[in-house]
């Protein structure tokens, strides 16, 4: 019995640990279900951002009666906290340089803070359930499910690994794809890091580019297509 309490008291610290490592991923995740809110007008009837016992956080408000409605709400934690993450990866790669502790410091907080927001991106099962149950309730929504599905699956593999098994990695992989993205080798960023400079690497902005040169590839190869069908 008391090796039993002493395990669960074990638990709640490094739960109560993990929720303080990760309080900028919370706090932005409840945030965006807010915003959501406020965005598609439905009514917010209490909020709580961050505590360290019970929920990490949660939004209470009116049931909405539009799925479009109920996805944008359930979804907008995973649109903010990876876009966001996104944003300050990119700009501490590309775009911010500076010497001292202090700023080798606010390098240091950008990447905490990314690496947080995707730790919290999944949605709520309840959030996806309902979503997803609203989804296949009605036939024509049914091509919907391309957009829900993947979503919904990954929250139920979640369920069943462990939420934070699956997103902690996973936010370390998407820092390296960054890394790798630019081509940096921890050796130069830790060269970097010990003579006092940030962005010491001097790497111009990767994902917007990337990302543009990947769309227009894709439009030059379907244009012909729709072209040849359009005529």
């Known amino acids: 019995m008391a090796r039993h309490l002493r395990g669960l008291l074990s638990r709640g610290r490094r739960a109560i640990a993990f929720r303080l490592a990760t309080a900028p991923g919370i706090v932005l995740h ?6 959501a809110c406020l965005l598609v007008g439905v009514p917010v009837q209490s909020v709580v951002y961050f505590q360290l016992t019970g929920p ?3 939004v209470r408000h009116t049931t909405p009666t ?3 409605t109920t996805a944008v709400i359930a979804l907008a934690p995973l649109a903010t906290n990876v876009t966001i993450a996104a944003v300050l990866l990119e700009y501490s790669l590309a775009v911010y340089t500076t010497t001292g502790i202090g700023g080798v410091a606010a390098g240091g907080l950008l990447w905490w803070v990314a690496v947080a927001a995707v730790i919290h991106s999944l949605p709520s099962t309840t959030d996806l359930e309902t979503v997803w149950t609203a989804t296949i309730a009605r036939w024509y929504r049914l091509p919907l499910a391309v957009v829900v599905g993947p979503v919904y699956a990954l929250r139920r593999l979640a369920g069943r690994v462990g939420t934070y098994r699956l997103t902690v990695p996973l936010s370390f992989v998407a820092l390296g794809g ?9 050796t130069a960023i830790l060269d970097c890091l010990l003579s006092g400079r940030w962005g010491c ?3 111009s902005p990767r994902l917007v580019s990337t990302l543009s040169t990947a769309v227009t590839h894709r439009i030059d190869r379907l244009w012909p297509v729709v072209a040849e069908r359009l005529l």
């Open 201 to 203: 690497w001097d790497r």
């Open 56 to 58: 990490p956080g949660y």
């Open 30 to 35: 409840e945030l965006a279900h807010r915003l």
């Open 66 to 68: 539009r799925w479009s």
């Open 178 to 186: 960054m890394l790798a993205l630019y081509d940096l080798s921890p």
